[in-house]
Nanobody, 124 residues
Framework: QVQLVESGGGLVPAGGSLRLSCAAS????????VGWFRQAPGNEREFVAA????????YYAYSVKGRFTIDRDNAKNTVYLQMNSLKPEDTDVYYC?????????????????WGQGTRVTVSS
């Protein structure tokens, strides 16, 4: 079992930056691949970015590639999502999720554990 807690969301003007954190507790976080997803009310969860267990491989949605960076510090059991050049359409609740292998990391239904979400609002 692993518990995930997101933080770092907030209100930022367009063009600004935020750094989200996903802190894991329970089993050692390095045994889990981690993904970030976002969801607006009434919509399905949308893949944003993911990182493999050892951090060697990262994946990004086309809409955020070049603007967002995912990385992890296994010593701190934390995965980060650095979000730059934010746009109003990035406004959503952002969730981190974990799974115990490195396959299908872009698919929300493959993840076993989810955090409670952190809200990001980008004003125009």
């Amino acid at each position: 079992q692993v518990q995930l807690v997101e933080s770092g969301g907030g209100l930022v003007p367009a063009g600004g930056s935020l750094r989200l954190s996903c802190a894991a507790s329970g089993r050692t976080s390095s045994t889990y691949a981690v993904g970030w997803f976002r969801q607006a009310p009434g919509n399905e969860r949308e893949f944003v970015a993911a990182i493999s267990r050892n951090g060697a491989n990262t994946y990004y949605a086309y809409s955020v590639k070049g603007r967002f960076t995912i990385d992890r510090d296994n010593a701190k059991n934390t995965v980060y999502l650095q979000m730059n050049s934010l746009k109003p359409e990035d406004t959503d609740v952002y969730y981190c999720a974990a799974r115990s292998n490195d396959y299908f990391l872009t698919l929300a239904n493959k993840y076993n554990y989810w955090g409670q979400g952190t809200r990001v609002t980008v004003s125009s």
